[in-house]
Every structure is written in C-alpha cells, then in structure tokens.
Nanobody, 116 residues
C-alpha cells in the first residue's frame, strides 16, 4: 500500500524558512516523479515544484523561483521542499504528489502559515 506522509509545516514569520519532508512507503520511490502542490483557502491547488525520479531535473512555479528548493533522497524514500524568504502568500496546505505511469498518489498535507 502506497503512503506519502508530509511533515515540517508550521508557523513562520515573513522572511523566515521552513523545510518540508515527504516520506514514501510501499513504492519503489526512485521510479516516481515527485511534486509539491499547495492550496490556499478559497483557491485552487497549484503546482509548486517538481523533481524527476533521480533528482536530475527540477521545475518551479514562477512565484517560488529563487526562494524554494526541491530535492530528494531516494535511499531514504524522502523528498524535501526547502522554503526561504517566505511571504504571507506562501500560506497554504502543502501536499506531496508522486507519479509513475498511470499511478498517482497524494499525501494528507501539512499546513504552512506565514504570519507575524
């Protein structure tokens, strides 16, 4: 059974940093393209960042380029999202997503709140 578990969310002040983690189980994680999405209240879920299965390629939403970094450690079945210079508009529930072929899986989400 595939399971993705996010952690690392919380309350941070504007300009601060957080690192999110997504731990996978039940899959050969190195096969999966993995992404972070976020959804703010009243808004649609949006793609934040994507990393290829072996971590050789990454893509970012324009709104987070230069501030967020996605990475992965396949030996630990974990993907990370390092978030720096955070802004109030980064406040959202953050979700991990893993895709391989026809299969796609979601975590339960972790809340990130940026506020003074």
């Amino acid at each position: 059974q595939v399971q993705l578990v996010e952690s690392g969310g919380g309350l941070v002040q504007p300009g601060g940093s957080l690192r999110l983690s997504c731990a996978a189980s039940g899959v050969t994680f190195s096969r999966y393209v993995t992404s972070w999405y976020r959804q703010a209240p009243g808004k649609e879920r949006e793609l934040v960042a994507t990393i290829s299965s072996y971590g050789t390629a990454t893509n970012y939403a324009d709104s987070v380029k230069g501030r967020f970094t996605i990475s992965r450690d396949n030996a630990k079945n974990t993907v990370y999202l390092e978030m720096n210079s955070m802004k109030s508009e980064d406040t959202a529930m953050y979700y991990c997503n893993a895709k391989y072929g026809p299969g796609t899986y979601w975590g339960q989400g972790t809340q990130v709140t940026v506020s003074s």
